[in-house]
């Protein structure tokens, strides 16, 4: 396979979702530590602020689930792609070298 397709790196794809998945790793750590640090904060809250304390540590939970599955989804999507450019450059690479092979005589100089 040809090290250069019209990209810097033929693996790029698949290093942008395994970079992808990296960095919701670190985001999903950070956000359960603000979870856990919003969860002390709201011992010193009562009636109705805590409710909507709480309610809004709920939304901001859900919103950041599906952030992740968002991030999930496309980081698989990125290697499902780099797996189908490695496929289209080996199957250009084997009918380049097969047409090659056809010329037959034509691959030697007609003047030699």
Same mark, same amino acid.
């Given at each position: 396979m040809s090290n250069h397709a019209g990209l810097e790196n033929v693996n790029s794809l698949s290093q942008g %979702? !395994? &970079? =992808?998945?990296q960095e919701s790793d670190g985001l999903r +750590? &950070? /956000? @359960? #530590? =603000?979870?856990?640090d919003m969860s002390g904060d709201a011992d010193s809250l009562q009636g109705q602020a =805590?409710?909507?304390?709480?309610e809004a540590r709920n939304s901001l939970t859900e919103r950041f689930? *599906? =952030? /992740? +599955?968002?991030?999930? &989804? @496309?980081g698989i999507k990125?290697? *499902?792609? &780099?797996q189908q450019f490695n496929l289209t450059d080996? !199957?250009? $690479?084997?009918d380049f070298a097969a $047409?090659? #092979?056809?010329? %037959? %005589?034509? $691959?030697?100089?007609v003047n030699a």
């Open positions: %979702g !395994e &970079q =992808l998945g +750590t &950070q /956000m @359960n #530590q =603000l979870i856990n =805590l409710h909507d304390f709480r689930d *599906e =952030l /992740m +599955t968002w991030c999930s &989804q @496309n990125l290697n *499902e792609g &780099q080996s !199957e250009a $690479s084997d $047409s090659g #092979q056809d010329l %037959g %005589g034509l $691959s030697r100089p």
